[in-house]
């Protein structure tokens, strides 16, 4: 079968590697892909954006089955608009529908979904700019730390977490009436701050059966010690060593089981993956966010500790079998460090040149941010690639990540020296 997956980040690059592995595989496309995923696959230079463009695409390369990668499509409805065309009719697609989608497109939407099916979450309320007073007032009953999140996609940045009241009060302002995140904060989710550690679970589902993949646990602060602005991720760690089989069996039962059964009962077209961001509170799980597509940089711990057929797992929940499946785990631990452009998450500069790939070794490359002209690689992004690592325990696989993360450069190169601190303990 030939497939076309959509997306040119570390996650598509990861999902790619993974899905190469498949002897059922023919062709491998990427749109638009990086400098790393043309290793895997034929990149082709158009916009997961333009759904006519993709349509054309899937035609004219037969593609059999369409992985959407990011969000923004899926929210935007290319699953819906794609099945719409009667040509495509046989096409596999992993991601939910535009219904589905709103599970990470509407901070509120999902919200909302975790209190109507029994999800353990956070309290919270939402506001526009003509409830900013009672968004005041709201933060006003509230203990600090105080959580501000932009209702829309804002590119994992639309979360504040502030500890002073004051300077919440600025911020929803900042966000409601001057739209600091743009539309997507047009509407603002405030909640109760959750005092606990952070992890995240990801299931691949059909909207009734589900299988559960390995979890993971990212570093999103830019800083170390989890210090400074968010980001999309500066590292992963997989397995989580506190999650045990306690834990996970609760997460099923309490987490999974009523989202699934959400799906469900309210007739959702879902076949993709479902990745939950939890805080673990006092060995209790409680939702932080729903995302309708793999996370990023997990996939790149996640996928390596997948032993079976990724594409027969895939395959078989696009055509409703998933129940018969069996997703089969490495016992090994994956790390990843993500090397990122100076200044990110704020402004930086694009086009370094990077140096150094011929000495590493003992890790898989996954590229994010970057683009080849002229047989030099060249930084393209904030996020420009993650070095996962295998190993006997995370430890062991951390000085893989950090002894590689040295040997590739480029002009402003930085990342976190600390990812898996907080797990040294356990």
């Given at each position: 079968?030939?497939i076309?997956?959509?997306?040119?980040?570390?996650?598509?690059?990861?999902?790619?590697?993974?899905?190469?592995q498949s002897n059922s595989?023919n062709k491998l496309?990427?749109a638009p892909?990086?400098?790393?995923?043309k290793?895997?696959?034929?990149?082709?230079?158009?916009?997961?954006?333009?759904?006519d463009?993709?349509?054309?695409?899937i035609?004219a390369h037969?593609?059999g089955?369409l992985?959407v990668?990011?969000?923004?499509?899926?929210?935007d409805?290319?699953v819906d608009?794609?099945k719409q065309?009667?040509?495509?009719?046989?096409?596999l697609i992993?991601?939910p529908s535009?219904?589905?989608?709103?599970l990470?497109?509407?901070?509120?939407?999902a919200k909302?979904?975790?209190?109507?099916?029994?999800?353990?979450?956070a309290?919270?309320?939402?506001f526009q700019?003509?409830?900013l007073?009672?968004?005041?007032?709201f933060?006003?009953?509230?203990?600090?730390?105080?959580?501000?999140?932009?209702?829309?996609l804002?590119?994992?940045k639309?979360?504040?977490?502030l500890?002073?009241?004051?300077d919440?009060?600025?911020?929803l302002?900042?966000?409601l009436?001057d739209?600091k995140?743009?539309?997507a904060?047009?509407?603002?989710?405030?909640?109760?701050?959750?005092?606990?550690i952070?992890m995240?679970v990801?299931v691949?589902?059909d909207?009734?059966?589900?299988r559960?993949?390995?979890?993971a646990?990212d570093y999103?602060r830019?800083g170390?010690?989890?210090t400074?602005l968010?980001?999309?991720?500066?590292?992963?760690?997989?397995?989580?060593?506190?999650?045990?089989?306690?834990?996970?069996?609760?997460?099923?039962?309490?987490v999974?089981k009523p989202?699934?059964?959400?799906l469900?009962?309210?007739q959702?077209?879902?076949c993709?993956?479902?990745?939950i961001g939890?805080?673990i509170?006092?060995?209790?799980p409680y939702?932080?966010?729903?995302?309708v597509?793999?996370?990023?940089?997990?996939?790149?711990?996640?996928?390596?500790?997948i032993?079976?057929d990724?594409f027969?797992?895939?395959?078989?929940?696009?055509?409703?079998?998933l129940e018969n499946?069996?997703?089969v785990?490495?016992?090994?631990a994956?790390?990843?460090v993500m090397?990122?452009?100076?200044g990110?998450?704020?402004?930086?500069?694009k086009?370094?040149?990077?140096?150094?790939?011929?000495?590493v070794g003992?890790?898989?490359?996954?590229?994010a941010?970057?683009?080849?002209?002229?047989?030099?690689?060249l930084?393209?992004?904030?996020?420009?690639i993650a070095i996962?690592?295998?190993g006997?325990?995370?430890?062991?696989?951390l000085?893989?990540?950090?002894r590689n993360?040295?040997?590739?450069?480029?002009?402003?190169?930085?990342?976190?020296k600390?990812?898996g601190?907080?797990l040294?303990?356990n």
């Amino acid at each position: 079968m030939n497939i076309l997956i959509l997306g040119s980040g570390g996650r598509e690059h990861a999902i790619a590697w993974k899905i190469k592995q498949s002897n059922s595989v023919n062709k491998l496309f990427l749109a638009p892909g990086n400098a790393g995923t043309k290793e895997v696959a034929e990149n082709l230079s158009i916009s997961p954006s333009n759904f006519d463009d993709v349509a054309k695409t899937i035609k004219a390369h037969k593609i059999g089955m369409l992985i959407v990668g990011p969000e923004a499509p899926l929210v935007d409805g290319i699953v819906d608009f794609l099945k719409q065309q009667k040509d495509l009719k046989d096409l596999l697609i992993i991601g939910p529908s535009e219904a589905g989608a709103m599970l990470e497109g509407s901070k509120e939407f999902a919200k909302k979904f975790m209190a109507e099916f029994g999800v353990p979450t956070a309290r919270y309320q939402s506001f526009q700019k003509d409830t900013l007073e009672q968004g005041y007032a709201f933060l006003e009953e509230l203990k600090p730390p105080y959580v501000l999140k932009a209702d829309g996609l804002a590119a994992g940045k639309g979360v504040l977490i502030l500890n002073e009241l004051q300077d919440a009060k600025v911020e929803l302002k900042n966000m409601l009436l001057d739209q600091k995140f743009g539309e997507a904060s047009s509407n603002v989710v405030i909640e109760e701050f959750l005092d606990g550690i952070e992890m995240s679970v990801f299931v691949l589902t059909d909207g009734k059966n589900y299988r559960i993949l390995p979890e993971a646990k990212d570093y999103k602060r830019v800083g170390e010690g989890d210090t400074g602005l968010n980001t999309g991720g500066m590292g992963a760690v997989s397995p989580v060593p506190f999650a045990d089989k306690t834990l996970m069996n609760k997460i099923e039962e309490k987490v999974v089981k009523p989202s699934i059964r959400g799906l469900e009962a309210r007739q959702i077209d879902y076949c993709g993956f479902l990745f939950i961001g939890l805080m673990i509170v006092n060995g209790e799980p409680y939702v932080i966010e729903y995302n309708v597509r793999m996370g990023d940089p997990e996939t790149e711990v996640v996928m390596p500790r997948i032993k079976s057929d990724l594409f027969e797992h895939l395959k078989a929940c696009s055509e409703g079998n998933l129940e018969n499946e069996k997703v089969v785990f490495s016992d090994e631990a994956a790390t990843t460090v993500m090397l990122v452009s100076g200044g990110y998450p704020e402004a930086y500069e694009k086009n370094k040149e990077m140096s150094g790939f011929e000495q590493v070794g003992d890790c898989i490359l996954f590229h994010a941010g970057t683009k080849k002209e002229n047989g030099k690689v060249l930084t393209n992004g904030g996020r420009v690639i993650a070095i996962t690592a295998l190993g006997e325990n995370f430890k062991d696989a951390l000085a893989k990540s950090y002894r590689n993360a040295d040997r590739i450069l480029f002009e402003g190169k930085y990342f976190r020296k600390d990812i898996g601190f907080d797990l040294m303990s356990n």
